[in-house]
């Protein structure tokens, strides 16, 4: 039977198998809804609002459309806060990109409201690399993650753009199918094009990361330990050196 939920966990794993040793292959964040594909016991092969699939533990998620479900639906964004339950007392820590409970008052941290989003997040290039810039920084590197708590290379970009009104696939390789060619001189870049890597023999894109225009970029990278802003220029670099050896190519969302 199939059906919907919504995430009622600060982040919730979306797992490869239904298991929890299973790989994290992305996260879904509380307040966003998933579409519920197959069951297998206390295990759920659920769908994201960004089309990506994945099995995520049932105690992660309020299903059906009752006054449950509802009581999870707000338009309180989260820009990373303490909130506390109303009626339990109970207290969370969410991430940029939650929704708030209807029922969650904020203790420390900031929020907006959903009709705000396009004032405090603009549908513009600076604005979008700035964001990857400011509210990413510090980001410890995590396989399948989607927040400042913790993010891959994808994570990063699908999230920065996701808040200023643009969806993105989920993985490297299929952002990299969208957009525009936009060029392999350097020079010719601008904010929030898309730069993408292989290390691969077949050229199929593993990384990205986001220009800020020119030779500068802004990345979550496993071989820098999470956040970095790079300059690609940089030859006496080793790290950066190998790293253009694997670009590919760029491209440039439209806006």
Do not use: K
């Amino acid at each position: 039977m199939t059906g919907s939920a919504v995430v009622r966990a600060s982040i919730a794993p979306m797992q490869a198998e239904s298991r929890v040793s299973s790989p994290q292959v992305s996260q879904r964040l509380a307040g966003h809804a998933v579409e519920v594909l197959e069951r297998v016991g206390d295990w759920l092969r659920v769908r994201g609002e960004d089309g990506y699939e994945g099995w995520m533990h049932r105690g992660y998620v309020v299903e059906g459309e009752g006054e449950a479900q509802r009581e999870l639906r707000t338009r309180r964004l989260s820009l990373g806060c303490l909130v506390r339950d109303a009626v339990t007392g109970f207290s969370r820590a969410l991430p940029l990109g939650a929704w708030l409970a209807s029922r969650d008052d904020v203790v420390t941290g900031s929020t907006i409201d959903g009709g705000d989003c396009a004032a405090a997040f603009p549908r513009s290039a600076a604005a979008i690399a700035g964001t990857a810039v400011d509210r990413f920084a510090g980001t410890p590197y995590q396989w399948g993650g989607i927040s400042p708590w913790g993010a891959d290379c994808s994570g990063l970009t699908q999230t920065a753009f996701w808040l200023h009104g643009v969806s993105l696939p989920r993985d490297a390789w299929q952002q990299a199918e969208i957009g525009d060619d936009a060029g392999t001189t350097m020079a010719n870049w601008s904010p929030a094009d898309l730069l993408f890597f292989s290390d691969r023999a077949d050229r199929r894109i593993t990384h990205v990361g986001i220009s800020l225009g020119g030779s500068r970029m802004v990345h979550l990278a496993l071989g820098r330990g999470g956040y970095a802003v790079e300059r690609l220029d940089a030859t006496d670099d080793p790290y950066v050196v190998t790293l253009m050896a694997r670009f590919v190519i760029a491209r440039r969302m439209s806006l």
